[in-house]
């Protein structure tokens, strides 16, 4: 290194602007926006907060914390009018997703602990008047995806577990998980069964599992029909 260089380099170390010299570790005006927005509406970022601690939590039982924080989007400012179909909603849409199944996945997992209780017991007045961010009235206002991500969680965390190994009904125990699989598949195609054009796939499950049904009784093709009926 010349002189020149050398002295340069040295002025540069000495005499560097400590904004400048700390420039990946600075303050950023999103930062600065991010503060004001947190002063000026506190509750949605109080949300936030509450559900990220929940998220870190169910990453440290399942210890896939990468996986989860790299979906953590904060979601209270966004609506559903920016999740598919509008437009570039895919992300949102994508990220919103994940976190309603991270939810469902942790409340799988603790239904089937026996250490857990089957429920988190409250009176009526308590559920009417809130727990924790969590209210069953209904709002006049647009409420942002985090609130919606709160609510899901509090609804399975102060409703019974229907498939925990102490619980025992009448009328019906236990979860299936292949069921279960299958009613997220049917929701998600969200159609109908009226004809075989709206819902090809279906109308000739139906058609198989009829047949099936019938050869265990002992009918024969032309001694049975049938319809399923919700």
Known sequence: MTAYGQLNASFSAHFTPPWVANASSSVTSEDILATRDEQDHPEPHRMRRKHLSCLRGESEERDKGPIIESFATNFSNIYESELLPARNGEKFTEHFLHEVVDILLSYIKKT????????????????????????????????????????CRDTLKYGVKTGHPRYFNQLSSGLDVIGLAGEWLTATANTNMFTYEIAPVFIVMEEVLLKK???????????????FSP
């Open 213 to 227: 049904m019938h050869e265990i009784i002992g009918w024969g093709q032309s001694e049975a029909d049938g319809v």
């Open 112 to 151: 089937y602990d026996g250490k857990s209780k089957v429920l988190d017991f409250h009176h009526p007045h308590q559920l009417l008047e809130g727990l924790e961010g969590f209210s069953v009235e209904v709002s006049d206002q647009p409420q942002p995806l985090e609130q919606i991500l709160v609510d």
